[in-house]
């Protein structure tokens, strides 16, 4: 069974940094894109950053040079290193999977059908 575990949210101050780790566990491994979304309070999910298994990354504009989306495949897990955080980054971070062919080209929310459960970053001014 398809499995994804967030963890590495926490409250951090503005200009802070924070690591999220995605353990994967199923035929996650074999999926074509991993991402990270994320989902403020009243706001939809957006996409933050996904990864091609071939190994090409995208980024929402947002993000801006700040974060980087990694993947380790020998141990199954994605990463996402945030940086210089601010209150808008609030939000609860999600770890999801894809086995569309067309997840990295449109860099679409529906595409992903692999969900985790989520993992809360808090930045505070």
């Known amino acids: 069974q398809d499995q994804l575990v967030e963890s590495g949210g926490d409250s951090v101050q503005a200009g802070g940094s924070l690591r999220l780790s995605c353990q994967a566990s199923?035929?996650?491994?074999?999926?074509?894109?991993m991402g990270w979304f994320r989902q403020a309070p009243g706001k939809e999910r957006e996409g933050v950053a996904i990864?091609?298994?071939?190994?090409?990354?995208k980024y929402a504009d947002f993000v801006k040079g700040r974060f980087t989306i990694s993947k380790d495949n020998a141990k199954n897990t994605l990463s996402l290193q945030m940086s210089s955080l601010q209150p808008e980054d609030t939000a609860m971070y999600y770890c999801?999977?894809?086995?569309?062919?067309?997840?990295?080209?449109?860099?679409?929310?529906?595409?992903?059908?692999?969900w985790g459960q989520g993992t809360q970053v808090t930045v505070s001014s």
């Open positions: 990864i091609h298994s071939s190994g090409p990354t």
């Open positions: 999801a999977a894809s086995r569309s062919m067309l997840c990295y080209a449109l860099f679409r929310r529906t595409d992903f059908g692999i």
């Open positions: 199923g035929y996650t491994s074999t999926t074509a894109c």
